[in-house]
């Protein structure tokens, strides 16, 4: 088994290999080929700055589908919204309080809010 490095799950070589060598102050065998073993772990550090990509664009790509799903949610939210249920008589009341309240510039607006606003606006000859 591999000694743990800091407990962060990190595997470090055993005392045999260059682990135990950089502890002391010894002369470095030949026997150890360290500039294969750089290669290997510069092939590593290559994988693994992939896979940093590949995770980053995948939670892009779960950022803008929450997005949407937020967006959809709130569009369905509006949908229910009680002032969509109101009949146009009841509609058209309203924009006549509004207008004993208000200049007329603000009922044109009332006009601009949507199509069934804008109908039930016009089509209201006390307003007008």
């Keep these: 088994m591999k000694p743990q490095l800091f407990s962060l799950g990190i595997a470090v070589p055993s005392a045999s290999g260059y682990w135990g060598l950089l502890r002391s102050n010894c002369f470095i065998p030949s026997d150890i080929d360290l500039n294969s073993e750089l290669s290997k772990l510069h092939g590593e550090l290559i994988d693994l700055e992939a896979e940093m ?11 803008r589908r929450e997005a949407e799903i937020r967006m959809r949610s709130h569009h369905i939210k509006s949908l229910l919204s009680p002032i969509r249920r109101l009949p146009p008589e009841v509609l058209s009341k309203v924009f006549l309080m509004c207008m004993d309240e208000v200049a007329e510039i603000q009922i044109l607006r009332l006009t601009e809010v949507c199509l069934h606003w804008r109908e039930v606006a016009l089509s209201s000859p006390t307003l007008w």
């Design 53 to 63: 990509v590949e995770s980053l664009d995948g939670t892009e790509l779960l950022q």
